[in-house]
């Protein structure tokens, strides 16, 4: 069973680099073409994605985020990471990382159901 | 950016009853691409449906889902106790952008 579980930073200072890394067990990054994406939740708010990425590397981010987000993956170690550059407190959310598309489907898209979640861990901005 | 609009924002409802939830694009979603996600406290979102009405792995058919173009609806049939928690829609035909989520409490 595939499962997906982000590392826990914790605390971030304000204007550093906030990163994460999603490892994927159960199963192969590589395998069916999925995409896999980065998505957070301010406490108390809704959901936001962040972006994108292939086994192969292409990405696709959130207009909006785009110039502060950086999205990889390492299929060698089967996982996949976000930097997210010059934070600040509104920054502060859960992040989780998911599988984007169904089981089955034909087709797999960037942008996608997101099918299997990673627990969460939460990312505070403070000094 | 499409925007989603989820109402009502809290619905408050007794076990056994019917839940119906609304999801209104700013525009129109393209082939349908709409999910819907349930969310209990501590815990992440769990995908009940796609592509507008169908049911994902594993979610039981008092789940269904229906619309096109850009209203979409999530209707549980007779609620039982463990559906009650946070409720979002998600639109996925042009980038991915999510609603404000409905909170489905007990009556």
């Known amino acids: 069973q595939l499962q997906l579980q982000e590392s826990s930073p914790g605390l971030v200072k304000p204007s550093e680099t906030l990163s994460l890394t999603c490892t994927v067990s159960?199963?192969?990054?590589?395998?069916?073409?999925?995409?896999w994406g980065w998505i957070r939740q301010p406490p108390g708010k809704g959901l936001e994605w962040i972006g994108s990425?292939?086994?192969?590397?292409?990405?696709y981010y959130k207009p909006s985020l785009k110039s502060r987000v950086t999205i990889s993956v390492d299929t060698s170690k089967n996982q996949f990471s976000l930097r997210l550059s010059s934070v600040t407190a509104a920054d502060t959310s859960v992040y989780y990382c998911?599988?984007?598309?169904?089981?089955?489907?034909?087709?797999?898209?960037?942008?996608?159901?997101?099918?299997?979640w990673g627990p969460g861990t939460m990312v505070t901005v403070s000094s | 950016e499409i925007v989603l609009t989820q109402s009502p924002g809290t619905l408050s409802l007794s076990p056994g009853e019917r839940a119906t939830l609304s999801c209104r694009a700013s525009?129109?979603?393209?082939?349908?691409?709409v999910a819907w996600y349930q969310q209990k406290p501590g815990q992440a979102p769990r995908l009940l449906i796609y592509?507008?009405?169908s049911r994902a792995t594993g979610i039981p058919d008092r789940f269904s889902g229906s619309g096109s173009g850009t209203d979409f609806t999530l209707t549980i049939s007779r609620l039982e106790p463990e559906d009650f928690a946070v409720y979002y829609c998600?639109?996925?035909?042009?980038?991915?952008?999510f609603g404000q989520g409905t909170r489905l409490e007990i009556k």
């Open positions: 998911a599988r984007l598309g169904v089981q089955g489907a034909s087709v797999h898209r960037p942008v996608d159901a997101f099918e299997i």
């Open positions: 159960g199963g192969s990054i590589s395998s069916a073409f999925y995409y």
């Open positions: 990425i292939s086994y192969s590397g292409n990405t």
């Open positions: 525009q129109s979603v393209s082939s349908s691409y």
């Open positions: 592509g507008a009405s």
């Open positions: 998600q639109q996925y035909g042009s980038s991915i952008t």
